[in-house]
C-alpha cells in the first residue's frame, strides 16, 4: 500500500483552536472509555474462536458501529461508485470495520483516520489478527484537518461522525482537499429531522456538549460551499426502525452476545441505544446518507 499518503496533522493548542482540540479531546475519552481490544478478544475466545486467526467476517458483530451496521455500509457502498482499485478514505475509521470490508470485498487500497487513539490501534490489531494489515492502514487524526496529502483518494466515507464534529464547513472542505477531481464523497449520518428534545446518554455522546446533530441542510449546504455536488439523498429511518425491531426480536431476554456493541458502548449501552431509538421513532432524529461528486472546475 502507497505508504507517503497520510501525514500527522493535528489541530493543537499554538493554532489558535483551542476550542477545536478541547472538544476533540472530550470525543475522543467518550470513545476510549472502555478496554476494547481485550474485550474483543475475549469475546473470540468465548465463541470457540482463535483470535490471532480470524477472517473479518468473524467481527462484524462489533466493528461496525453505525445503524444498521455492515447492511448499512453495503447499502452507501452500492451507492457510492465504488470499483477494484479506487484509493480508499475512511474518515472516523472507528476500529476499521468498513475499511477490512472493503479491502476484502473490492480490492481497493483503504486508509482510515480516526480521533482515538485507542480505536485506532485497535484497528490496527484486528486487522493483523484477519491478516490484512497489508492491505488496510489506519492514522490518528481529525477529521477537519486529516493527516493526508491533497488529491489522495478516489472515494471517501463518513459513517456516523458527523454527529461529533460540530464544523460541518471544515469537515467538507478537508474532504474535498483530499479527494481527486473525479472524486466521490459518501456519508451516512444521524441528522436532526425534527423538533423536540434528544435524550441523554446516546451511543455518539453521553452528554449534550459532545453531540454536535446537524440537520441535512446543514450537510447539503456545507458539501456546496466546499465544491461537492449531492448526487443522491436518502432518508433511512424506516429502515432503521425495522432493523432495530429484528435485532430486538432476534435477541429477546438472552444475555448479551460474546461479541457485539456493548463493548465500545460501556455499561450504559441499553439506555444509549433507548435513547437513540426513541429519538428515531419519534422524528427527532434519523440516519441520512449522501453521495456527492467532487464539482467540475
Not at 112 to 129: C, H, I, K, N, Y
Request: aromatic share 6%; hydrophobic share 40%; proline share 6%.
Amino acid at each position: 500500500m502507497n505508504g507517503i499518503l497520510c501525514r500527522r496533522r493535528w489541530i493543537g493548542p499554538t493554532s489558535g483552536r483551542t476550542s477545536v482540540r478541547e472538544h476533540e479531546l472530550g470525543v475522543s475519552k467518550h470513545y476510549s472509555s472502555y478496554d476494547v481490544l481485550p474485550r474483543i478478544r475475549d469475546g473470540l475466545v468465548a465463541m470457540g474462536l482463535d483470535p490471532d486467526k480470524i477472517t473479518p467476517e468473524a467481527l462484524k458483530a462489533v466493528d461496525e458501529f453505525h445503524i444498521g451496521g455492515a447492511e448499512a455500509t453495503a447499502a452507501l457502498l452500492e451507492k457510492s461508485g465504488i470499483r477494484p482499485g479506487l484509493e480508499v478514505l475512511d474518515i472516523g475509521s472507528g476500529i476499521g470495520g468498513p475499511a477490512r470490508m472493503i479491502a476484502e470485498r473490492y480490492g481497493c487500497q483503504v486508509t482510515g483516520v480516526d480521533l482515538t487513539p485507542q480505536f485506532v490501534e485497535t484497528a490496527r490489531a484486528l486487522s493483523a489478527m484477519c491478516g490484512m494489515a497489508d492491505r488496510v492502514r489506519f492514522e490518528a487524526g481529525s477529521a477537519v484537518a486529516l493527516p493526508c496529502e491533497a488529491s489522495s483518494f478516489d472515494l471517501a466515507l463518513l459513517l456516523h461522525v458527523g454527529m461529533n464534529v460540530p464544523d460541518k464547513a471544515a469537515l467538507f472542505r478537508e474532504a474535498r482537499r483530499v479527494l481527486r477531481d473525479g472524486g466521490k464523497f459518501a456519508i451516512y449520518e444521524v441528522m436532526r429531522t425534527g423538533d423536540g428534545e434528544l435524550s441523554f446518554p446516546v451511543p455518539w455522546a453521553e452528554t449534550p456538549d459532545v453531540s454536535a446533530l446537524a440537520p441535512p441542510e446543514t450537510y447539503r449546504e456545507s458539501a456546496d460551499n466546499a465544491g461537492f455536488t449531492l448526487d443522491s439523498e436518502e432518508n433511512r429511518r424506516d429502515i432503521a426502525i425495522e432493523f432495530f425491531s429484528r435485532v430486538q426480536a432476534q435477541a429477546g431476554s438472552a444475555a448479551p452476545p460474546p461479541l457485539g456493541l456493548h463493548h465500545l458502548m460501556g455499561p450504559t449501552v441499553q439506555q444509549k441505544m433507548a435513547n437513540m431509538i426513541a429519538g428515531i421513532r419519534s422524528g427527532t432524529i434519523a440516519p441520512i446518507q449522501m453521495i456527492f461528486s467532487v464539482r467540475s472546475s
